[in-house]
């Protein structure tokens, strides 16, 4: 592991997706000049639209940060900076980089718990009442480099995944800030049981009626929960639980829906191809008049 300076002042920044800007434009309002953005490449964000920069991009180039696509040539930036801040990159960083820069990885979970690439959606659908963020010496093994600091927060019982996301971003910026000014030092090995964060999939999304409405509500609240009616797949985006219902699981009465402990009560929904409506808006349009079941 590649020490860090006695004095950090000028910093190559890894970071692709919306929450890494605001830690880049924290260092960059603290003083810190960033030398180097390296990010994913342009990607379509959109079915139908044209590659579009990452969000790291476009906040690099109004900063007036020089961009790459290439994690090689941090390498090349190395003589020029005094480490790296590491962000959401998304790609593994090899050991031509590590060798050459002491590397900090801001992570969104309180390590060793949910290492990997979904910590925040993974606390979620766990039930974890408590995360935070971690600042970790970055080493070639996923997540597991040792701790320079850590915060704790709750995590509210209806909180949903753009919810907390902000906070542990705004979170992580002062701390960030901190440990740097006074120069990364004695990190300290993570200690507890490992869990890990896998990617979120589809699979991960879907509603089964015949689980507890509160694990269903914590699928909710991730933004992207689906299930199908008569073969048509649409998303629920917001719900409540009702810890006292009768009905059988999947089936909707009113706008709520049985599951195998408690209603979930629908709030927002959206169909295929249309915009996010009240659930009520939806059972109109799509003219349920009686009860009906979803999951098929």
Same mark, same amino acid.
């Given at each position: 592991?590649?020490? &860090?300076?006695?004095?950090?002042?000028? =910093?190559?920044?890894?970071?692709?997706?919306?929450?890494?800007?605001?830690?880049? $434009?924290?260092?960059? !309002?603290? +003083?810190?000049?960033?030398?180097?953005?390296?990010?994913?490449?342009?990607?379509?964000?959109?079915?139908? %639209?044209?590659?579009?920069?990452?969000?790291?991009? $476009?906040?690099?180039?109004?900063?007036?940060? =020089?961009? @790459?696509?290439?994690?090689?040539?941090?390498?090349?930036?190395?003589? !020029?900076?005094?480490?790296?801040?590491?962000?959401?990159? %998304?790609?593994?960083?090899?050991?031509?980089?590590?060798?050459?820069?002491?590397?900090?990885?801001?992570?969104?979970?309180?390590?060793?718990?949910?290492? +990997?690439?979904?910590?925040?959606?993974?606390?979620?659908?766990?039930?974890? @009442?408590?995360? +935070?963020?971690?600042?970790?010496?970055?080493?070639?093994?996923?997540?597991? %480099?040792?701790?320079?600091?850590?915060?704790?927060?709750?995590?509210?019982?209806?909180?949903?995944?753009?919810?907390?996301?902000?906070?542990?971003?705004? =979170?992580?910026?002062?701390?960030?800030?901190?440990?740097?000014?006074?120069?990364?030092?004695?990190?300290?090995?993570?200690?507890?049981?490992?869990?890990?964060?896998?990617?979120?999939?589809? !699979?991960?999304?879907?509603? !089964? &009626?015949?689980?507890?409405?509160?694990?269903?509500?914590?699928?909710?609240?991730?933004?992207?929960? &689906?299930?199908?009616?008569?073969?048509?797949?649409?998303?629920? =985006?917001?719900? @409540?639980?009702?810890?006292?219902?009768?009905?059988?699981?999947?089936?909707?009465?009113?706008?709520?829906?049985?599951?195998?402990?408690?209603?979930? $009560?629908?709030?927002?929904?959206?169909?295929? %191809?249309?915009?996010?409506?009240?659930?009520?808006? &939806?059972?109109?349009?799509? $003219?349920?008049?009686?009860?009906?079941?979803?999951? @098929?």
């Amino acid at each position: 592991m590649t020490p &860090w300076p006695a004095t950090v002042r000028r =910093l190559v920044y890894f970071g692709t997706p919306e929450l890494a800007v605001a830690p880049l $434009r924290a260092l960059c !309002d603290a +003083g810190f000049e960033v030398t180097l953005a390296v990010t994913g490449p342009d990607r379509r964000r959109r079915r139908r %639209g044209a590659a579009e920069p990452s969000a790291v991009s $476009r906040a690099a180039a109004e900063l007036g940060i =020089l961009v @790459t696509y290439r994690s090689e040539d941090a390498v090349g930036a190395a003589a !020029d900076a005094d480490g790296a801040v590491v962000v959401a990159y %998304g790609r593994l960083i090899g050991t031509d980089v590590l060798d050459v820069l002491p590397a900090l990885n801001v992570h969104f979970s309180l390590l060793p718990r949910w290492r +990997g690439a979904a910590p925040m959606e993974r606390a979620i659908l766990a039930g974890d @009442t408590t995360t +935070g963020v971690s600042l970790m010496a970055l080493t070639e093994t996923l997540d597991a %480099g040792p701790l320079y600091a850590q915060a704790a927060t709750p995590i509210g019982p209806a909180e949903t995944l753009v919810e907390l996301r902000e906070r542990l971003v705004d =979170l992580s910026c002062p701390l960030l800030v901190e440990l740097l000014q006074g120069g990364p030092r004695n990190p300290v090995a993570q200690e507890g049981e490992v869990t890990w964060a896998a990617k979120i999939g589809e !699979d991960d999304l879907r509603l !089964d &009626w015949d689980r507890p409405a509160a694990e269903l509500h914590r699928q909710i609240r991730l933004g992207r929960a &689906w299930t199908t009616l008569a073969g048509e797949r649409f998303r629920i =985006l917001g719900g @409540t639980v009702e810890a006292v219902h009768e009905g059988p699981p999947g089936l909707l009465q009113g706008l709520v829906v049985g599951t195998a402990s408690g209603g979930l $009560r629908l709030e927002v929904v959206q169909a295929a %191809g249309r915009k996010p409506v009240p659930a009520d808006d &939806w059972r109109r349009g799509a $003219r349920l008049d009686g009860a009906c079941l979803l999951g @098929t």
